[in-house]
């Protein structure tokens, strides 16, 4: 596509960001989800898969997912410099999926994390898979975090017993507004990383296949307060 002048102003420098190795996960229903990082060109079904979700106020569904929406969509645009997406999919099927931004070779910005095959800690993994990128793969020295919801803050900041920046440092704010900032460091990164972290590598030929194509759901039947 060609671009013209004013569009080349319009967007922001980007990165050549090191690419994420897909690795497959056996979850505890001995289902088998492939975890890869999603192509621009594949917006489209990621945003159709969230939007259901923005009028569900249950675990803060809605929030997340309006402001998921945007992050994506600032994504395809070129409005959002280095930001990557990774998706968990079984069978092609997206359970899963997760927005993030590098920022420096010093820092990264965790956005959001949304699980649509809820109870078998999908969110997690997916969440673990992106501070990997952060931390291993782009080798930044921390990860700013905000949490939305409860479950969120449980999931991150306890688990993970998270460095709260803000109350140290009330200058330092997430660039997702005025939610308490907190931080992964690599020396937390490091301790928590053989616990939280998990999937294996290289991915066999079918199961990576299984993945090419992205599904949306065609249900919800564990988000509670979902209506189609």
């Known amino acids: 596509m060609a671009i013209d002048e004013m569009e080349r102003k ?5 990165i ?13 229903s001995g289902e088998k ?9 594949e917006t489209g079904t990621l ?14 569904y809605d929030i997340v997912a309006v402001r998921m929406y945007a992050e994506l969509l600032g994504w395809y645009r070129y409005r959002v410099a280095n930001e990557f997406v990774i998706v968990g999919a ?6 899963g999926l997760v927005t993030s931004r590098h920022v420096s070779s010093k820092l990264g910005m965790s956005l959001h994390t949304l699980t649509i ?19 291993d793969d782009l080798g930044e020295e921390e990860v700013h975090i905000v949490a939305e919801s409860p479950n969120g803050f ?9 460095e709260d920046r803000s ?16 931080v992964l460091t690599r020396k937390l990164w490091e301790a928590v990383r053989d616990i939280k972290c998990t999937g294996t590598r290289p991915v066999v030929e079918q199961d990576l296949k299984s993945a090419e194509k992205l599904i949306m759901p065609s249900e919800y039947p564990q988000i509670p307060g979902f209506k189609r």
Do not use: C, N
């Open 10 to 14: 319009l967007r922001p420098p980007e």
């Open 16 to 28: 050549a960001l090191k690419p994420y190795l897909p690795k497959i996960i056996t979850l505890a």
């Open 33 to 41: 989800m492939v975890v890869r990082e999603a192509r621009r060109e």
């Open 47 to 60: 945003l159709g898969t969230i939007y259901p979700l923005i009028g569900v106020p249950t675990d803060f």
């Open 90 to 95: 079984i069978d092609g099927v997206i359970a």
């Open 117 to 135: 095959k809820r109870g078998l800690r999908v969110g997690a993994q997916l969440f673990a898979a992106k501070m990997e990128h952060h931390l």
């Open 154 to 162: 449980k999931r991150w900041m306890i688990e993970y017993q998270l």
């Open 167 to 182: 109350s140290q440092f009330p200058d330092v704010r997430h660039e997702l507004g005025g939610v308490p900032t907190y």
